[in-house]
Every structure is written in structure tokens, then in C-alpha cells.
Nanobody
């Protein structure tokens, strides 16, 4: 069993930056693909970014490409999502997720463990 806890959300002005963290306990994340997803009010949960466990390759949604950087620190059992040039449309609850088998995916159904989420609100 893996427990994931996100942190780092908050209120930020448009154009600002945030770094979200996702700390794991229970098992090491070093062999898991990890993803970040978000859900805005009244909308479906959507893919934001993902990172492979093996080659550390990262993948981003078009909506955040060039503004987001996902990274992992296996020694700290933590993954991060740095977002710059934030826009009001980035406002959402951000979730991290772990996939125990296979490479990273943009499909939320392929992830096995989820955190409780952290709220990001971007004011205009």
C-alpha cells in the first residue's frame, strides 16, 4: 500500500509560480511511474504531467507544456510539479498518482494510488 500526500498548493496571482510536492509513504516510489492530474470545478479530471520510473522521461499536457516541469527525488520518495506563468485556467485541485506497473500514462484509470489533492487557485 502506498500513501501519497500532496502539498504546496495555494493562492497565487496570474503569472506566478508554484511547486507542488507529493510525498509517499508505505513503499518506495522508485519503481513506479508517477503522474499529476487536476480537476477544476464542474470539469473532468485531466492529465497534467507524468514521469517514468526507469528513464525519468517526462510527458506533459499541451495546456501546460513549456510552463510545467515534473521531477522526482527517489531518495526523498517525492515527486514535484513546478508550474510557471500560472493562468486562471490552471485553477484546480491537483492530484498525484502512482502506477505500480508499466510506464507513465495520461489515463487516470491506469494509476493505482492517489493522493487527496491540493488546491491551486490562480487569481487574475
Amino acid at each position: 500500500q502506498v500513501q501519497l500526500v500532496e502539498s504546496g498548493g495555494g493562492l497565487v496571482q496570474a503569472g506566478g509560480s508554484l511547486r507542488l510536492s507529493c510525498a509517499a509513504s508505505g513503499r518506495t516510489l522508485s519503481s513506479y511511474a508517477m503522474g499529476w492530474f487536476r480537476q477544476a470545478p464542474g470539469k473532468e479530471r485531466e492529465f497534467v504531467a507524468a514521469i517514468n520510473w526507469s528513464d525519468y522521461n517526462t510527458y506533459y499536457a499541451d495546456s501546460v507544456k513549456g510552463r510545467a516541469t515534473m521531477s522526482r527525488d527517489n531518495a526523498k520518495n517525492t515527486v514535484y510539479l513546478r508550474m510557471n506563468s500560472l493562468k486562471p485556467e490552471d485553477t484546480a485541485v491537483y492530484y498525484c498518482a502512482a502506477r505500480t506497473f508499466g510506464s507513465s500514462s495520461y489515463l487516470d484509470a491506469e494509476y493505482d494510488y492517489w493522493g487527496q489533492g491540493t488546491q491551486v487557485t490562480v487569481s487574475s
